[in-house]
């Protein structure tokens, strides 16, 4: 007889994975967010709820989680070769610096905390953890500890969405009703983006946000500073 499969196992490993309790960093982090509140762009839940919808569908929300997507089947087919390849490009296009050390940062985290997961942690084993990005990591893992594609991409979207929403939570400030509010209205986007990112093509990833952009760029000689990036 074969064992069912453990479903509940699978999906307590990606609650945690997702989790604001795993170790990846991301509470030091706004990408950009902390510049666009001291610029006045986002004061309050309706600007932030335009911010993170525009986050996720024009920016990194949607490039992160087609790259998380390639990497969830190059992870489950254990093709080093291919996460190698991904990982190099996912660290060129980041647009800003800060950008950049955001992904490394939290992509070489997540690799870091793989260890009660051995089967995880070793789709990651060949890769250079100082240039992995974090939707790589995080695809790749889930891939090769069979979680299945659409729920991955949408637990990625939702931590990528939270860590903005907590960081205006405490940067603006908002209450955390407001959060949450925010949070519960991007459900179906979320699903959305997450079906969408499952079936394109690696050269689909591109986006247009310049003002956030700027905002990661402005934000490397921001003055006074709570976060990172």
């Known amino acids: 007889m074969t064992a069912a499969p453990d479903r509940d196992g699978t999906l307590w490993r990606l ?7 795993f170790p990846v960093g991301a509470f030091a982090h706004s990408h950009g967010l902390e510049w666009a509140i001291g610029a006045g762009d986002v004061r309050d839940a309706a600007t ?3 911010w993170v919808e525009d986050a996720l569908t024009l ?8 790259l998380a997507a390639h990497a969830h089947r190059a992870g489950a087919a254990a093709d080093g070769g291919a996460l190698r390849a991904l990982a ?32 995880a942690a070793a789709a990651l084993a060949g ?7 974090y939707p790589v990591a995080f695809g790749a893992a889930c ?9 991955a991409l949408l637990a990625y979207l939702h931590a990528f969405a939270g860590m903005l929403v907590w960081a205006a939570v405490r940067a603006v400030p908002l209450g955390q009703s407001d959060g949450l509010a925010v949070l519960a209205g991007l459900a179906t986007l979320a699903s959305r983006l997450a079906e ?10 591109g986006g247009c946000t310049f003002r956030l952009d700027i905002a990661a760029m402005r934000h490397e000689t921001q003055y006074t500073r709570l976060f990172r990036t």
């Open 127 to 133: 890769l250079d953890r100082d240039r992995l990005p």
């Open 59 to 66: 920016g990194a929300g949607r490039t992160d989680a087609i």
């Open 15 to 21: 609650l945690l994975w997702s989790s604001p309790a």
């Open 143 to 151: 891939g090769a500890a069979a979680v299945a594609l659409r729920e």
């Open 48 to 50: 932030l709820a335009e």
């Open 196 to 205: 969408d990112a499952a079936a394109a093509p690696l050269e689909g990833i």
């Open 88 to 119: 190099a490009f996912a660290a060129a296009v980041s647009p800003a610096r800060e950008r950049r050390l955001e992904t490394l940062g939290q992509g070489r985290a997540f690799a870091a905390a793989l260890s009660p997961w051995p089967q």
